[in-house]
């Protein structure tokens, strides 16, 4: 069966820092994979989506950057964070296009201080 | 306008009640549109899902699309403790990218 592996759970980094999450998926082979943050009041909002390795498509000018070095892996990045990048981070995957939806992570709560 | 509204409640029911959880859409191209329900600190979990209009039911739970008015409804019968979350609805046209509504908060008082 195909599993999701989002971490950390939790994260509070200082202003100015760098960020790194990570996500792999298991179980599957050539995966769309997605990152989205969600803030309250405010729902999902997509950041970046992969199709395959090497490629990335962004969806919101940000301080924040995507790669997928790997078929099953999908990383999100900063070099600075900034205090209005605190959120709920969720990655997930889809065979295709998500027809039939997504298979969600178990998220990030980021906390910039 | 949004793409999506949702209503974020919060909705608070007695066990056994039927619950019903709606979303309007501006898109008319929207073709495939998706439940899903999300427990705190959790990520969302994909409940149903449904191509173009008509009802589709699962155990409790029915989804209904009404393409003519933009709507689209879930269902909880005899509503349990354990379905208190937060639900969410999502829709796409034939492009990459979903369109999520903020959720709406659903408390079941036992």
């Known amino acids: 069966s195909q599993t999701i592996h989002q971490w950390p759970a939790t994260l509070v980094q200082p202003v100015g820092s760098p960020l790194s999450l990570e996500c792999t998926v298991e179980?599957?082979?050539?995966?769309?994979l997605y990152w989205y943050r969600q803030a309250a009041g405010r729902g999902l909002q997509l950041l970046f989506y992969?199709?395959?390795?090497?490629?990335i498509s962004s969806e919101v000018p940000q301080n924040l950057s995507a790669s997928r070095p790997q078929d099953r892996q999908f990383i999100l990045s900063s070099k600075k964070l900034l205090l209005s990048d605190s959120g709920f981070y969720l990655c997930?995957?889809?065979?295709?296009?998500?027809?039939?939806?997504?298979?969600f992570g178990s998220g990030t709560r980021l906390t910039v201080v | 306008q949004k793409e999506v509204e949702q209503d974020p409640g919060p909705l608070s029911v007695p066990e056994g009640a039927i619950v019903s959880l709606n979303c309007t859409y501006s898109?008319?191209?929207?073709?495939?549109f998706m439940w899903y329900r999300q427990y705190s600190r959790k990520g969302p979990e994909l409940l149903m899902y449904?191509?173009?209009?008509g009802n589709k039911e699962d155990g409790r739970f029915t989804a209904q699309v009404d393409k003519s008015s933009k709507y689209i409804s879930l269902f909880i019968r005899d509503s349990q403790p354990s379905d208190s979350a937060t639900y969410l609805c999502a829709m796409r046209n034939t492009g990459n990218q979903f369109y999520f509504g903020t959720g709406t908060s659903l408390t079941v008082i036992p």
């Open positions: 179980g599957t082979s050539n995966p769309n």
């Open positions: 898109n008319s191209a929207f073709q495939y």
């Open positions: 449904t191509y173009s209009s």
């Open positions: 992969s199709v395959g390795i090497g490629q």
């Open positions: 997930a995957w889809s065979v295709d296009r998500g027809n039939y939806g997504y298979t």
